[in-house]
T-cell receptor, first 115, second 116 residues
């Protein structure tokens, strides 16, 4: 079964600085998708960015980018020019192949942005 | 932008009572999911639903749980006899696969279930 590990329970960053959140995963599949979801205090799950495993190019969405290292099974999220509104829980997720294609989540990283 | 909606936002119920959580997925989506998140813990998969039947369920999804798509828009999760440990945030999600491109699952705002 696939597992997702987020080794940083909490991180903090100064406003306007850059922060990187770590995620590793374990799978025997060769093709899959990875995601980062943001969960603000409202607890809504917001899709931040996705990465297809067959693409070597790292995904970017405005200030958010990933560093996808397939061989190392690593998928980190970089937030540039951090804003107060970025403060939230961030969950890394793996989409299983076949079947229902459910998401498997890590335990999350709580990001604090300091003014 | 279309979004997944869920009602109610917060449900308080007594242990042993039945609850129904409702979701309206995005209209052209074909796959539907329920996840739950116990406070302070990670999001866990409960069940997936496609073509009017369950496609996969987790070990959490026991006989006390059921899902239904009673009409063309709603997707419901029923818990027959709630337990204290069912207290959690329940998220509905849906996804569409269009032309081979996978856009990810879109989550609703969640229903907070409190069992007393």
């Amino acid at each position: 079964a696939q597992t997702v590990t987020q080794s940083q329970p909490e991180m903090s960053v100064q406003e306007a600085e850059t922060v990187t959140l770590s995620c590793t995963y374990d799978t025997s599949e060769s093709d899959y998708y990875l995601f980062w979801y943001k969960q603000p205090p409202s607890r809504q799950m917001i899709l931040v960015i996705r990465q297809e495993a067959y693409k070597q190019q790292n995904a970017t969405e405005n200030r958010f980018s990933v560093n996808f290292q397939k061989a190392a099974k690593s998928f980190s999220l970089k937030i540039s020019d951090s804003q107060l509104g970025d403060a939230a829980m961030y969950f890394c997720a793996y989409r299983t192949q076949g079947g229902s294609e459910k998401l498997v989540f890590g335990k999350g990283t709580k990001l604090t942005v300091n003014p | 932008e279309p979004e997944v909606t869920q009602t109610p936002s917060h449900q308080v119920t007594q242990m042993g009572q039945e609850v129904i959580l409702r979701c309206v997925p995005i209209s052209n989506h074909l796959y539907f999911y329920w996840y739950r998140q116990i406070l302070g813990q990670k999001v866990e998969f409960l069940v997936s639903f496609y073509n009017n039947e369950i496609s996969e369920k987790s070990e959490i999804f026991d006989d006390q749980f059921s899902v239904e798509r009673p009409d063309g828009s709603n997707f419901t999760l029923k818990i027959r006899s709630t337990k204290l440990e069912d207290s959690a945030m329940y998220f509905c999600a849906s996804k569409v696969l269009a032309g081979g491109t996978y856009y990810g699952q879109y989550f609703g705002p969640g229903t907070r279930l409190t069992v007393t």
